[in-house]
């Protein structure tokens, strides 16, 4: 009993310290972190030499995953760096592709991909202590974490929380610093770039972007001139003429009327540039044209790369049309549609916030068994501010059959939502008997700007039988800003 008394005692003496900065403040970089990947190029991240093995495979397939990962196919190139992580074994280069395997999990965005990243970041610290890699990693684990707390993980947002406070002192000249890096960093990108194009035998020529900024003022003066010149644009199939080519993509696209919709189905089917084909598809919903949704139904039948069929549903979500939100909704509910496809589906049935489309995501909730589909239609339920789906929310959280995790999130989401009342919020703790549950109400009242949540926190704090959960509760009340918690702190470290 003594001792829970003194380490409570020590946890309101360092929620003092650290003070509410920590819920403010923003993670600076770990001293030794250069800039992570997410600011640069493919070409120009190499800050740390790559630990070649003496495995003519091993360092083939890296090269592969790094290539993959410059493309933007972050689950393809995460599962290469497993691969190669696994056959290196010790080696220094298994570090290193656990870091980048980390790295393109946190891309990719999902929440079992954010799980993972931390896995391997976990096994990079514990394996690769000495790694090159290791001042990235510390800072990609940050980053990793704070997408997590944003979601809802109490867990991540108090290791977010505590590194902020910890490195508020430093973070004016880490922030400074980090600027010089990046300025640095991004000249170094553009020469890369540069240099990429004269490997591939393409001059540089500084008059592309003259030419598309010329084209653009032309295209709002005067469209039936300047589409004639972008149809030529786009009918060269060289490769130097790619970038260009992407952006006449998206200047045809702002026409939006029938003769755009020709181009850029014409583009989608014939240019032998993979990235100048998928911003024609992404750029179809803006216009108007039936045969747009025809087109982007075929792609999401036939289609197997999932950059392009990820572009596909988002631009149907763009089209204004009903039949674009009858295919949307039913890719939500296809049992044999990719699984991304339908959780980008359900995320954008959640953005345009009808009821219609609401009650069909919670019937599609009782129904469905992946659990990132479950998040993805927790989440978009949690888009519409409607009363009855709050209600739902906190239904959800109740439901002692759902996993654990989806409770957790209907938790958060529900605590975030105008249409939860504290009172609402106020009498789960009690009626919870799981303690992670417990952890996550306590968590949702420290993310509600309300008098009454700081009450429910002391509450706890001073009362609750755990011990745990009443530091958890001190934890929480040391990032606030109101005058109750800072005088109950010095009164508990006073006793």
Same mark, same amino acid.
């Given at each position: 009993?003594?001792?829970?008394?003194?380490?409570?005692?020590?946890?309101?003496?360092?929620?003092?310290?650290?003070?509410?900065?920590?819920?403010?403040?923003?993670?600076?970089?770990?001293?030794?972190?250069?800039?992570?990947?997410?600011?640069?190029?493919?070409?120009?991240?190499?800050?740390?030499?790559?630990?070649?093995?003496?495995?003519?495979?091993?360092?083939?397939?890296?090269?592969?995953?790094?290539?993959?990962?410059?493309?933007?196919?972050?689950?393809?190139?995460?599962?290469?760096?497993?691969?190669?992580?696994?056959?290196?074994?010790?080696?220094?280069?298994?570090?290193?592709?656990?870091?980048?395997?980390?790295?393109?999990?946190?891309?990719?965005?999902?929440?079992?991909?954010?799980?993972?990243?931390?896995?391997?970041?976990?096994?990079?610290?514990?394996?690769?202590?000495?790694?090159?890699?290791?001042?990235?990693?510390?800072?990609?684990?940050?980053?990793?974490?704070?997408?997590?707390?944003?979601?809802?993980?109490?867990?991540?947002?108090?290791?977010?929380?505590?590194?902020?406070?910890?490195?508020?002192?430093?973070?004016?000249?880490?922030?400074?610093?980090?600027?010089?890096?990046?300025?640095?960093?991004?000249?170094?990108?553009?020469?890369?770039?540069?240099?990429?194009?004269?490997?591939?035998?393409?001059?540089?020529?500084?008059?592309?972007?003259?030419?598309?900024?010329?084209?653009?003022?032309?295209?709002?003066?005067?469209?039936?001139?300047?589409?004639?010149?972008?149809?030529?644009?786009?009918?060269?199939?060289?490769?130097?003429?790619?970038?260009?080519?992407?952006?006449?993509?998206?200047?045809?696209?702002?026409?939006?009327?029938?003769?755009?919709?020709?181009?850029?189905?014409?583009?989608?089917?014939?240019?032998?540039?993979?990235?100048?084909?998928?911003?024609?598809?992404?750029?179809?919903?803006?216009?108007?044209?039936?045969?747009?949704?025809?087109?982007?139904?075929?792609?999401?039948?036939?289609?197997?790369?999932?950059?392009?069929?990820?572009?596909?549903?988002?631009?149907?979500?763009?089209?204004?049309?009903?039949?674009?939100?009858?295919?949307?909704?039913?890719?939500?509910?296809?049992?044999?549609?990719?699984?991304?496809? @339908?959780?980008? !589906? $359900? /995320?954008? #049935? &959640? *953005?345009? =916030?009808?009821?219609?489309?609401?009650?069909? +995501?919670?019937? %599609?909730?009782?129904?469905?068994?992946?659990?990132?589909?479950?998040?993805?239609?927790?989440?978009?339920?949690?888009?519409?501010?409607?009363a009855d789906n709050a209600r739902w929310l906190l239904d959800v959280a109740m439901d002692g059959k759902e996993p654990?995790?989806?409770?957790?999130?209907?938790?958060?989401?529900?605590?975030?939502?105008?249409?939860?009342?504290?009172?609402?919020?106020?009498?789960?703790?009690?009626?919870?008997?799981?303690?992670?549950?417990?952890?996550?109400?306590?968590?949702?009242?420290?993310?509600?700007?309300?008098?009454?949540?700081?009450?429910?926190?002391?509450?706890?704090?001073?009362?609750?039988?755990?011990?745990?959960? @009443?530091?958890? !509760? $001190? /934890?929480? #009340? &040391? *990032?606030? =800003?109101?005058?109750?918690?800072?005088?109950? +702190?010095?009164? %508990?470290?006073?006793?």
């Amino acid at each position: 009993m003594m001792f829970t008394q003194l380490f409570v005692r020590g946890i309101a003496v360092a929620a003092l310290v650290l003070g509410p900065s920590a819920a403010h403040a923003q993670p600076a970089a770990a001293p030794r972190a250069r800039m992570l990947p997410s600011e640069r190029t493919g070409a120009a991240a190499t800050a740390h030499s790559i630990p070649w093995s003496n495995d003519q495979v091993s360092d083939s397939v890296y090269r592969l995953a790094r290539e993959r990962l410059n493309r933007g196919q972050y689950k393809q190139a995460a599962d290469l760096f497993l691969s190669v992580a696994q056959r290196v074994g010790a080696k220094p280069l298994a570090g290193d592709a656990l870091y980048w395997r980390a790295y393109a999990l946190y891309r990719d965005g999902g929440a079992t991909s954010l799980t993972s990243a931390l896995g391997s970041l976990d096994r990079l610290s514990r394996d690769f202590p000495s790694a090159a890699s290791i001042g990235d990693a510390n800072a990609l684990r940050m980053r990793v974490c704070g997408e997590l707390a944003r979601r809802g993980d109490a867990q991540c947002a108090e290791q977010v929380a505590e590194s902020a406070a910890g490195r508020a002192a430093s973070a004016a000249s880490a922030s400074a610093s980090s600027v010089a890096r990046a300025r640095s960093e991004s000249r170094a990108a553009a020469r890369a770039r540069g240099q990429s194009a004269q490997e591939q035998g393409c001059p540089q020529d500084d008059d592309d972007d003259e030419r598309i900024a010329a084209l653009n003022a032309l295209l709002q003066m005067d469209a039936e001139r300047a589409l004639p010149i972008l149809e030529r644009v786009l009918v060269r199939r060289d490769k130097c003429s790619a970038a260009l080519r992407r952006k006449a993509v998206f200047l045809v696209s702002q026409k939006g009327d029938a003769r755009a919709a020709d181009i850029l189905m014409g583009v989608v089917r014939s240019d032998p540039d993979a990235e100048v084909r998928e911003q024609a598809v992404f750029w179809l919903g803006q216009t108007r044209d039936e045969r747009a949704v025809d087109m982007l139904q075929e792609i999401l039948q036939k289609e197997t790369d999932s950059d392009v069929l990820d572009k596909a549903v988002f631009a149907l979500s763009q089209h204004r049309s009903e039949r674009a939100a009858a295919i949307l909704r039913d890719l939500a509910q296809r049992d044999v549609a990719p699984l991304k496809v @339908r959780e980008q !589906a $359900i /995320f954008w #049935l &959640g *953005q345009q =916030r009808n009821s219609d489309n609401a009650a069909l +995501l919670k019937s %599609l909730y009782a129904r469905v068994k992946e659990e990132a589909l479950k998040e993805k239609i927790i989440f978009s339920i949690s888009q519409n501010r409607a009363a009855d789906n709050a209600r739902w929310l906190l239904d959800v959280a109740m439901d002692g059959k759902e996993p654990v995790e989806m409770r957790k999130k209907a938790l958060f989401w529900a605590g975030q939502s105008r249409g939860v009342s504290m009172d609402d919020l106020g009498a789960m703790f009690a009626r919870l008997d799981d303690r992670e549950l417990k952890e996550q109400v306590i968590f949702v009242y420290s993310q509600r700007r309300d008098p009454a949540a700081i009450d429910k926190l002391l509450e706890i704090a001073r009362s609750d039988k755990d011990a745990e959960l @009443r530091k958890k !509760a $001190i /934890f929480w #009340l &040391g *990032q606030s =800003r109101d005058p109750r918690a800072l005088k109950f +702190l010095e009164e %508990l470290v006073g006793r």
